[in-house]
């Protein structure tokens, strides 16, 4: 299984953020429930946490760059060697 994780809307009012400073790297492998990537806004910084289990495949967003929510920024899969060629 391969899950794309996007940008999260923290509020009712935010329509973009940055995306901070990646907490894993390519080839990492992650657990459900660690953390993956600082999103910063205006008022706020969180981390996104992961809900499964797998490997971490490509950062899509370089850390720094400000994007609209639901911007797609980090691939996992389950499998460290599944094809994401469609996801990319």
Same mark, same amino acid.
């Given at each position: %299984?391969?899950?794309?994780?996007?940008?999260p809307? %923290?509020?009712?009012?935010m329509?973009?953020?940055?995306?901070?400073?990646y907490? #894993?790297? #390519?080839?990492d492998?992650v657990?459900?429930?660690?953390?993956? $990537?600082?999103?910063?806004?205006?008022?706020?910084? +969180?981390?996104?946490?992961?809900?499964?289990?797998? $490997?971490?495949?490509?950062?899509? #967003?370089?850390?720094?760059?400000?994007?609209?929510?639901?911007?797609? #920024?980090?691939?996992?899969?389950e499998d460290? +060697?599944?094809?994401?060629a469609?996801?990319?």
């Amino acid at each position: %299984m391969v899950k794309i994780f996007k940008l999260p809307k %923290m509020g009712s009012t935010m329509k973009e953020g940055t995306v901070g400073k990646y907490l #894993v790297a #390519v080839g990492d492998k992650v657990s459900e429930g660690d953390f993956l $990537y600082e999103v910063e806004t205006d008022k706020i910084t +969180n981390q996104v946490e992961s809900d499964m289990k797998g $490997y971490v495949r490509k950062l899509l #967003v370089e850390e720094g760059t400000l994007v609209a929510c639901q911007t797609p #920024v980090l691939i996992l899969s389950e499998d460290e +060697n599944e094809d994401i060629a469609t996801y990319l």
